[in-house]
């Protein structure tokens, strides 16, 4: 494969369509604006984007050349500014495989292609080829000798699906555990968050008399009525935030591959993703138990890796969306045996450390409180949130520990989900422990983890130990087993 290929010409159509979803907002209110009081039509704007869109898909199209070599991928593009990059094979970290409603609609994939120190956006992304020539690429790419997923495959292709039968299949997420994990999802406040993001969007179109019509009708309004406008606002956040995470992790899969020494992920309903993830290249793994589901001993699964992360999954990848705590030692055996962790017992942190936990989540609420006294009639609420984060903070200083064998450290801490981090002392970059001047008068201490990830590495940290527990935790991981002691507030440092 020596010559200058192109992406697939639907290409041109798949990024006028992506361009137009990224310009929704815009382009639904300048087309219903109508004409100003000056005579200009909105319309044209409309128009005009349409036309950008379409053309910047079309030029791109043309522009956009890629080779793959023995050694390297050869990648070309631009117009005024004509961009090449070339990235070795032995660089490349992790390709991830998806086909969203756009490709699917001509039958093609979108390749990410991303290696150690990528940035926040993938080395190279293909936006529409083939399935046989994304599964070229990943094979050659990867070094792989054999096809790792039938979905991707054309029914003839039964030589193939011969091979892929080798795969092992680890974990399947059923549709029971699929709702359940869709009505327990954290998700709704990203909802929210991304509701306030389109009003902020739309605002500049409100005429100003709605605005103040809207805010006038709030502020008249009883306490009541705006605590049910909220909960109702809350609740279709909620069922839109099912229905993400339903269409998320539809028919999530987890399969081994290379005698164990990849995994393969699949999961999308309205866009499907196939994942590649080299298992000596994963270097942490957490567990994250939000409020909704800890009660019921119910877990996700993360993993960090020096590739592979996406921005909706905090840079990381989601292993297992939802499993229950027994579970997670079994699965962890097949598919990373290195972070499976037996009869652990977590050192809690001390006593004395309460008091800072409390002050850290109480302080906040207690101004609150003080201004809702002071300046309206809803004191009470201010109350209410007080108590709120007083729990918050005792289960925080309950939660928090750490345990370590010879090869292994693993932290637990709460901000609002419980987190356990599993990391394998050959996989921390760097390890420091600081004490702060308010620390040193209690002899806590907080030591802090980093591990490499997608993007800029992954730090995680247990706040205030004891200091013993530090000293120990340093002496530890230094090669030298140093004698170590925090008589200043200067953090100390270990590196990998």
């Not at 094979?139 to 029914?155: A, G, N, V, Y």
């Not at 004191?379 to 090869?407: M, N």
């Amino acid at each position: 494969m020596n010559e200058l290929k192109r992406l697939h010409p639907a290409s041109m159509l798949v990024s006028f369509m992506i361009s137009l979803r990224g310009m929704l907002v815009p382009l639904v209110v300048s087309f219903f604006l109508g004409t100003s009081a000056t005579g200009f039509q909105f319309q044209y704007i409309f128009y005009g984007l349409l036309i950008f869109s379409f053309l910047s898909g079309v030029l791109d199209w043309i522009t956009f050349r890629y080779r793959l070599s023995e050694h390297e991928l050869y990648v070309q593009r631009g117009i005024l500014i004509r961009k090449k990059r070339y990235i070795q094979k032995h660089r490349v970290q992790s390709i991830d495989v998806t086909a969203g409603i756009f490709q699917r609609l001509f039958g093609l994939v979108k390749v990410k292609i991303e290696t150690a120190g990528g940035g926040a956006e993938p080395e190279v992304e293909l936006l529409a080829i083939t399935k046989r020539e994304a599964q070229f690429l990943r094979e050659q790419l990867l070094e792989k000798r054999q096809l790792l997923e039938t979905e991707w495959l054309d029914d003839s292709d039964e030589d193939e699906k011969e091979k892929v039968a080798s795969t092992i299949p680890l974990f399947t997420l059923g549709k029971t555990r699929l709702w359940i994990a869709a009505i327990t999802s954290s998700g709704i406040g990203l909802t929210l968050s991304a509701i306030g993001a389109l009003y902020s969007q739309l605002q500049q179109f409100i005429p100003d008399t709605v605005y103040e019509q809207t805010f006038g009708w709030f502020t008249a309004s009883s306490v009541w009525l705006v605590v049910i406008v909220a909960f109702t606002l809350t609740v279709i956040a909620w069922v839109l935030s099912i229905l993400a995470t339903m269409s998320k992790y539809w028919n999530h899969q987890v399969q081994a591959a290379k005698q164990g020494r990849e995994l393969i992920i699949t999961r999308g309903l309205l866009e499907t993703r196939q994942l590649t993830l080299q298992t000596k290249r994963v270097t942490a793994v957490r567990l994250v138990s939000n409020l909704f589901r800890q009660p019921f001993g119910y877990t996700s699964v993360y993993v960090e890796s020096k590739g592979g992360g996406s921005s909706d999954e905090q840079l990381s990848t989601v292993l297992f969306p939802l499993v229950r705590k027994s579970e997670v030692n079994g699965l962890l055996a097949k598919c990373l045996p290195e972070y499976q962790l037996e009869d652990q017992s977590i050192i809690p942190i001390p006593k004395r450390a309460l008091f800072r936990f409390l002050i850290r989540t109480v302080s906040l609420p207690v101004i609150v409180t003080a201004l809702l006294f002071t300046f309206t009639d809803y004191g009470w609420i201010g109350i209410v949130l007080i108590l709120l984060a007083v729990w918050l903070g005792y289960s925080q200083y309950k939660v928090a520990g750490y345990f370590y064998r010879e090869d292994t450290l693993v932290f637990r801490y709460r901000q609002l989900s419980q987190v356990h981090v599993i990391v394998p002392k050959q996989k921390i970059q760097m390890f420091e422990v600081a004490t702060s001047v308010f620390q040193q008068r209690l002899r806590l201490c907080s030591p802090l983890v980093s591990v490499q990830s997608s993007i800029v590495g992954k730090t995680f940290s247990v706040r205030d130990l004891d200091r013993k527990d530090g000293n120990r935790l340093l002496a530890w991981f230094s090669i030298e087993q140093p004698s170590v002691s925090f008589s200043d507030r200067t953090p100390e440092r270990a590196t990998d």
